[in-house]
Nanobody, 123 residues
Framework: QVQLVESGGGLVQAGGSLRLSCLASGKIFSDNALVWYRQGPGDQREMVAGITSGGGTNYADSVKGRFTISRDSAKNTVYLQMNSLKPEDTAVYYC?????????????????WGKGTLVAVSS
């Protein structure tokens, strides 16, 4: 059984910081890369940052130098430290596996998304 529970969102002023957490239960998450996605008002969901099971990271250009992704495998948790927040960072943030893993899960009907956590940045 897989479970995704995001938390840590809130309302913050531009320039502020937030730390998001995601409990990602299930062997498929511990064995694969984890990704933070976001979906802003009227936008499609986009990848923000990813981290492999070995700790390698990558970031969207729009958040490089401001966001940091990390994971604690013992706690099945992935984090997103967000600094220097901008109004354009306003979105619902979700965590999940990488797109290829999600596609494999979908073949067996196991793909799943959590409820996300809302980040609102005021100017």
């Amino acid at each position: 059984q897989v479970q995704l529970v995001e938390s840590g969102g809130g309302l913050v002023q531009a320039g502020g910081s937030l730390r998001l957490s995601c409990l990602a239960s299930g062997k498929i998450f511990s064995d694969n890369a984890l990704v933070w996605y976001r979906q802003g008002p009227g936008d499609q969901r986009e990848m923000v940052a990813g981290i492999t099971s070995g700790g390698g990271t990558n970031y969207a250009d729009s958040v490089k130098g401001r966001f940091t992704i990390s994971r604690d495998s013992a706690k099945n948790t992935v984090y997103l430290q967000m600094n220097s927040l901008k109004p354009e960072d306003t979105a619902v943030y979700y965590c999940n596996a990488d797109p290829a893993t999600i596609a494999r899960m979908a073949l067996s009907g196991m793909d799943h998304w959590g409820k996300g956590t809302l980040v609102a940045v005021s100017s």
